[in-house]
């Protein structure tokens, strides 16, 4: 389960997945991030239209990629990563409470522990600044990030596994030609890898591979995994010791388009070199291709990682209605019994 899903209310949201999943094995189960956290950072991003030391300088109404908004820190003004508050301690500390009653009460959840999806410090630094101030600015996120996991930890202790959400990362690592893909890949990971160690030491996580999903649309469309296994190399490589690495989720659907079905696109997958002893997930389950297709589709994922892989959807539920949502949680159980 990638993380949001469009129920009313959280309970409703973990039932749902949960009734879905029975028998599959979740090792982690999230909220459904619903409400006004469906739209991911986009809550987060208005809202810095209040902050006293910032300024708008493009309005934006999140119709598409273009129309986001942007900020600039005022004149004189500095920003303390204190005043940043992105709501996620909050919400995890209600949400954590409804987690541990469902488990309690639903023997099939005895050993999965809760997730808590975070977009990474250069996601909001990119979607709130720009592509150049960003990496100047994503420390501000981070610190807000660190102070957010750190008291959400007090809360759930290691029960809790923190999913980074890589939609910038990803988009980026797929940008220069192939002969430079390896140093921009690099710059990235090491960047991820100073969030983690921003957090508490031994502190859980997953990491979520991303090419976007704003209303139900890809950001880009690659000609292969190529640069997904590049990224995810270079993560593994740059991961600190201390901090368990449990997943990588790879996206290999794209918002309304389904997986690509010839075995070419897949073959970079072959050169994945995961630490050990972490889950790869294919996000391929799609509601809009056949099951014979999907099918199909896994065998080559696991025939070129060599591996058996678990499954899950390309990204969140929460941009789709509840019904083409209810599909696409449906196809991917039953990819999962494949």
């Not at 949201?13 to 986009?42: K, N, Q, S």
């Not at 957010?148 to 923190?162: L, P, S």
């Amino acid at each position: 389960m990638v993380g949001t899903y469009p129920a009313p209310t959280t309970r409703e949201a973990m039932e749902t997945m949960t009734r879905a999943a029975a028998g599959c094995g979740l090792r982690t189960l999230p909220d459904g991030e619903v409400g006004d956290r469906l739209d991911w950072v986009v809550k987060v991003i208005n809202g810095l239209a209040d902050h006293p030391d910032l300024e708008m300088v493009k309005e934006g109404r999140w119709a598409d990629y273009q129309d986001d908004m942007r900020f600039r820190v005022r004149r004189g003004h500095r920003v303390d990563p204190e005043t940043i508050d992105l709501g996620y301690a909050a919400a995890a500390e209600r949400s954590y409470r409804e987690f541990t009653e469902l488990r309690q009460a639903t023997p099939a959840l005895e050993h999965t522990a809760f997730q808590v999806g975070l977009p990474s410090d250069l996601a909001f630094s990119f979607f709130s600044f720009g592509p150049v101030p960003a990496f100047a600015k994503r420390g501000l996120f981070r610190a807000a990030l660190a102070r957010e996991v750190t008291e959400i930890r007090t809360h759930t202790g290691d029960d809790a596994v923190f999913q980074i959400e890589l939609p910038v990362e990803t988009v980026l690592a797929g940008k220069p030609p192939g002969p430079l893909r390896g140093a921009m890949a690099g710059v990235l990971a090491r960047g991820v890898a100073a969030t983690v160690t921003a957090m508490p030491r031994g502190t859980r996580f997953g990491l979520h591979l991303c090419f976007g999903d704003l209303n139900r649309k890809s950001l880009v469309y690659p000609a292969d995994a190529a640069a997904l296994a590049t990224l995810t190399n270079a993560l593994g490589r740059a991961w600190p010791a201390g901090y368990p690495l449990e997943f990588v989720h790879l996206p290999l659907a794209f918002g309304d388009r389904p997986p690509v079905t010839g075995e070419a696109f897949y073959r970079p997958l072959a050169g994945l070199r995961l630490p050990e002893g972490v889950r790869l997930i294919a996000g391929l389950a799609h509601e809009d291709q056949s099951i014979g297709d999907q099918r199909a589709v896994l065998g080559m994922v696991e025939r070129c990682t060599r591996r058996e892989v678990a499954v899950a959807n390309s990204c969140g539920l929460g941009r789709r209605d509840r019904e083409l949502a209810d599909a696409a949680l449906a196809r991917a159980v039953e990819l999962a019994g494949t």
